[in-house]
């Protein structure tokens, strides 16, 4: 049996970035921590850690309290080979169950929508306190998986089960003074599987396949969020262009909801006397999840000689995408689109009362509306959004793609020189948005899902040498 112990503390001094010119301050980090590892007769191995940490922010509006988060973790492995006799096909299968407990430090920062000023550290007397009550994130996860080999050990089958909570999850949450502060209002949960299967394939002594199959599913459900002194639920969102992201209860983490069209009793799109849109008033309209429930990869070597061919597909399934370029573009009437409808309204003699294009509202009424009229209202001008822009973001391409070959002996026994042609993200097998879905506008929490004038996608092809010796 193992155990050690480390204890470690550090000191910094630092100034704020200027609430009040008297919010200097400082902080410091104390952890402890400790580590045991158990093994009996190469069957049963267990291994356990434990941290603890204590974290002190000194401001002016905070009263010097300490912060604890911490850190635990204990896990097993069984090696069910050395208890049971397998068949002979059967060459190894090990069972392995983990969980631990982590906590992240409560976040020191705000953020004022109305200045974009990101303040570190100090806390303005009209936050309300938020961050004096806040406490440390924490993530339980257990997790259990099994290992098997199979057919003198070609055939490799790995099995992963995890199911994690997020308590006390921080997120944004503003007010009317423009000032957003991080709070503990969610538990998120995850539940999902991973699994990889493998196998290589020894053709003849010169040429040997070896290919892994890789898939994972992950489900997210929101079981709480915040509630106010009064009992209410509060209302946690992102807005985007007209696209509300909100996190409450029983909704999935990373739902987008819009305003609709309003509607008639029978669903045909309302126009006003003046012929115009009318958006309703809520976020009422769910369009999807910007997140992908599937994620698939097929890795892929071929060994021939002294020839080496390798490539990767991956891609996921599910989640959609929001094109607000195109939306954009729309509002403005400079797209391909809104050029199409003019051509169509001066081709077949559609026009306004007041003489403008026109179109066919796409609801089967009949009805006409002018073309500048519908794509000013459902494009991203003035902020506003439809669902005419939300794709679906399933996708699959060609990652990676290698061709090597390796001149043995060149420079003398075992001093090899290999020359490789590599290139990376090729090209798209299969692709339904009019972008990447993999390119989004930011990393932040509800803006994964959106294209926005980004960069493309790059294709990269280049060449490697390799010397060994």
Known sequence: ??????????????????????S?????????????????????????????????????????????????GVGANVLLNEFFKLPEWWNYAKIRASYSQVGNAVPNRYYNSATSNDYTGAMSATSSGLFTSAKPETTKSFETGLEMLFLDNRLNVDFTFYNTLVTDLYMPIGNTAGIVVYENSAKVRNLGIETTIGYNFQINRKLRWRTALNFSFNDNIIKEVGYDAAGRQKQIYTDVAGVRVRYFEGDAFGDMYVRDLKRNDDGTIFLTSSGNLIKEQNYTKLIGNMNSKWQLGWSNTINYKNFQLSFLINGRIGGKVISLTEAMLDGLGLSERTAVARDEAVSKNLYTADGQPAMYLPDGSGNLIGVRNYYQVVGARNSEYSPLYAYNATNFRLRELSLAYTFRNLFGENKDLSLSFIGRNLFFIYLDAPVDPDISLSTGNGLGGFEFFNTPSTRSIGFNVKLTY
């Open 24 to 72: 200097d301050g400082s902080n410091w980090d104390r952890a402890v921590f400790a580590t045991a590892q158990l093994g009996w007769k190469e069957k049963v191995y267990l291994d356990a850690s434990f941290r603890a940490d204590a974290y002190r922010v000194y401001r002016q509006f905070n009263n010097n309290k300490d912060k604890f988060y911490g850190y635990f």
């Open 1 to 22: 049996m193992k155990l050690s112990t480390v204890v470690n503390g550090f000191n910094t001094k630092y100034g704020s970035t200027g609430v009040t010119s008297e």
